[in-house]
Structures are given as structure tokens and as C-alpha cells.
Nanobody, 124 residues
Framework: VQLVESGGGSVQAGGSLRLSCTAS?????????MAWFRQAPGKEREEIAA????????YYADSVKGRFTISLDKAKKTMYLQMNSLKPEDTGMYYC??????????????????WGQGTQVTVS
């Protein structure tokens, strides 16, 4: 599976950005999930949102709940992350990932085998 992210950039606090992640080389199947991870400077990469491609169940980390929305366009094989009310602490490299994780919620990086190259988000 190849994953390509886009949509990062610099924005002022309170602003919005939308990230996209397009998958190729795989046909979505039951249990297959896609997720967004964030790695802030000096910190470990953490899962902030995930979505099941089968039943569209979603997960959000507490730090982004109510501000970020994850969605999936199956026809385009593209996952989105709409980020509103951005804060400086949202700054980091954002990666999309895909696989069959053991859990949708709070999955570690080792649960995902396919990764995008990352896109930088800077909130000032």
C-alpha cells in the first residue's frame, strides 16, 4: 500500500487546515483501518484519529476531540483530517497510516505497517 499525504502548512492559532491521505495498491476490506498520527518535536508519534474502512467507526484522542474530524471517501480511497480551532500544541509532523490494527483506539505505531511520508503542520 502506498500512502501520500497533502495539505499541511502554517496557520495561526484558531485557524483550520485539511489534510488528505490517498491510498493506492490495496482494496479496502473489513477490518482495514486508516489513521492519523502526530509527532511533535521531541515527542513520540501518537495516534490522534482513526477510521475503519468497513463500518466507518472512528476514534479521536482527547487532545483533538471536538476540533478534528476524520472522514473517508472510499471511491477516492482518500482519508481526510479536518482540523479546526488549531492550537500551537497541534504543531508537528502528521502521518497517515493503514493496516489491520488490533484496536482502532489508541493503537501504537507498531499496529500499522503502511505509512505516508508525513506532512508538516505549524500553528503559531
Amino acid at each position: 500500500v502506498q500512502l501520500v499525504e497533502s495539505g499541511g502548512g502554517s496557520v495561526q492559532a484558531g485557524g483550520s487546515l485539511r489534510l488528505s491521505c490517498t491510498a493506492s495498491g490495496y482494496t479496502f476490506s473489513s477490518g482495514y483501518c486508516m489513521a492519523w498520527f502526530r509527532q511533535a518535536p521531541g515527542k513520540e508519534r501518537e495516534e490522534i484519529a482513526a477510521i475503519s474502512t468497513g463500518n466507518a467507526n472512528t476514534y479521536y484522542a482527547d487532545s483533538v476531540k471536538g476540533r478534528f474530524t476524520i472522514s473517508l471517501d472510499k471511491a477516492k480511497k482518500t482519508m481526510y483530517l479536518q482540523m479546526n480551532s488549531l492550537k500551537p500544541e497541534d504543531t508537528g509532523m502528521y502521518y497517515c497510516a493503514a493496516d489491520f490494527p488490533w484496536s482502532l483506539a489508541g493503537a501504537p505505531t507498531t499496529s500499522y505497517g503502511s505509512w505516508g511520508q508525513g506532512t508538516q503542520v505549524t500553528v503559531s
